[in-house]
């Protein structure tokens, strides 16, 4: 079956302008979470969305950053007035209802250049 | 809270020899443990888990990894490394209380032929 799908695959933007992330779940798994790739950095976990209660934004670096998923699918990162710094492979993963040592499946990323 | 450490940022192994990746851990519960590998330009794709089953977990692509409570160490390993197996290794462990995972800074494996 499909995977987990993300768009664009790469984005090249101006310091300053907002970006716009699309991340599309497996069908079926209510978990979703956001995580950033970056040299300095490696992996860091953003956001956790499960089924319809609130997410947690714990790993959110700033409030330039949100997200939001729509009847519990497809989900959108925003990144509001772009700093270099914030230059990285966004990963988008899923999994089935979270328990005990679920597995979280990862999509191919979108990579974020900001000038 | 949970954490994961792998030592070697690079690692190179002949084509056929033993891959050997460290990865130790810091929890106050019984963990639950992932390996990851990423190919150039791809995600993460999930080698191996420890869920507190059997302590030798077998993966895909030939990998193995056994789970060590007295030395809190979850080694990944491959009898023989091929040259398909030039990637990006991490490991993870799941966050207690939380659901996301926390990973290691990664071991990036070269195959010398």
């Known amino acids: 079956g499909a995977g987990v799908s993300q768009s664009p695959s790469n984005k090249v933007t101006e310091k300053g302008k907002d970006v716009e992330l699309r991340c599309d779940p497996i069908s079926g798994h209510t978990a979703l979470y956001w995580y950033r790739q970056s040299l300095g950095q490696g992996l860091e976990f953003l956001i956790y969305f499960q089924g319809n209660s609130a997410p947690d934004k714990s790993g959110l670096p700033s409030d330039r950053f949100s997200a939001e998923r729509t009847g519990g699918s497809v989900s959108t990162l925003t990144i509001q007035r772009t700093q270099q710094e914030d230059s990285a492979v966004y990963l988008c993963?899923?999994?089935?209802?979270?328990?005990?040592?679920?597995?979280?499946?990862f999509g191919p990323g979108t990579r974020l250049l900001v000038l | 809270a949970q954490s994961v450490t792998q030592l070697g940022s690079h690692v190179s192994v002949s084509e056929g020899a033993l891959v050997l990746l460290r990865c130790n851990y810091s929890s106050s519960v019984p963990p639950y443990l992932f390996w990851y590998v990423q190919y150039p330009n791809q995600g993460l794709q999930l080698l191996l888990k420890?869920?507190?089953?059997?302590?030798l977990v077998k993966g895909i692509n030939g990998f193995e990894a056994e789970f060590k409570k007295s030395e809190t160490s979850f080694h990944l390993t491959k009898p023989s490394a091929h040259m398909s197996d030039a990637a990006e290794y991490f490991c993870?462990?799941?966050?207690?209380?939380?659901?996301?995972?926390?990973f290691g800074k990664g071991n990036q494996v070269v195959v010398i032929p």
């Open positions: 420890y869920t507190s089953a059997a302590t």
């Open positions: 993870a462990v799941k966050v207690d209380g939380n659901n996301r995972l926390a």
């Open positions: 993963a899923s999994s089935t209802r979270p328990g005990l040592g679920e597995t979280q499946y």
